[in-house]
């Protein structure tokens, strides 16, 4: 399993790395527990070490990978359903997997349509998480700060 020190990836929520493991007691039961602290909004996660794999959580991706999505973040917008409703779904499903290419997809088409003609405020809302979950990631999996995992992806959607 996972360590202190781990950095791994929560879906939904993005990178953070494990700062502890604690016995927690939940009405009446006691369980280990992995402390994950979210470098992104100083937040602090306790995920239940029996759930981890049933919860798509799994280790930052490493250089190749996140060099990887240049490709994605540069390719061709996918074609995505008209109706927001449908979209909203399509995307939060692609969020839910957790997979750091299908963020970065949902991102980069998000980004295109926001300013080609507008988001609903519920898809703002899903543009900020994935940006947030993509951002995390690069800058954990690098060891670079958020700020310069920010300027590389929109250096690599918007080139000009």
Same mark, same amino acid.
């Given at each position: 399993?996972?360590?202190?020190?781990?950095? $791994?990836?929560?879906?939904?929520?993005?990178?953070? &790395? $494990?700062?502890?493991?604690? %016995?927690?007691?939940?009405?009446?039961?006691?369980?280990?527990?992995? $402390?994950?602290? +979210?470098?992104?909004?100083?937040?602090? $996660?306790?995920?239940?070490?029996?759930?981890? %794999?049933?919860?798509?959580?799994?280790?930052?991706?490493?250089?190749?990978?996140?060099?990887?999505?240049?490709? #994605?973040?540069?390719?061709?917008?996918?074609? +995505?359903?008209? =109706?927001? =409703?449908?979209?909203?779904?399509? =995307?939060?499903?692609?969020?839910?997997?957790?997979?750091?290419?299908?963020?970065?997809?949902?991102?980069?088409?998000?980004?295109?349509?926001?300013?080609?003609?507008?988001?609903?405020?519920?898809?703002?809302? #899903?543009?900020?998480?994935?940006?947030?979950?993509? &951002?995390?990631?690069?800058?954990?999996?690098?060891?670079?700060?958020?700020?310069?995992?920010?300027?590389?992806?929109?250096?690599?959607? =918007?080139?000009?």
């Amino acid at each position: 399993m996972f360590k202190i020190g781990d950095k $791994i990836v929560y879906p939904m929520h993005g990178a953070g &790395i $494990i700062t502890e493991v604690q %016995n927690k007691e939940v009405l009446g039961v006691t369980k280990e527990y992995y $402390i994950l602290k +979210m470098p992104m909004g100083e937040m602090k $996660i306790s995920i239940p070490v029996d759930k981890i %794999n049933d919860m798509g959580i799994r280790s930052v991706a490493n250089e190749e990978d996140i060099n990887s999505l240049e490709e #994605v973040l540069k390719e061709k917008t996918e074609s +995505m359903p008209k =109706n927001w =409703n449908k979209r909203y779904k399509a =995307n939060l499903e692609k969020l839910r997997t957790g997979d750091i290419k299908e963020i970065a997809v949902v991102y980069k088409n998000l980004y295109e349509l926001d300013c080609s003609k507008g988001l609903s405020m519920i898809e703002k809302k #899903v543009l900020n998480t994935s940006k947030k979950m993509l &951002i995390s990631e690069i800058a954990s999996g690098l060891n670079i700060k958020a700020s310069e995992a920010e300027r590389m992806v929109r250096k690599l959607i =918007n080139p000009n």
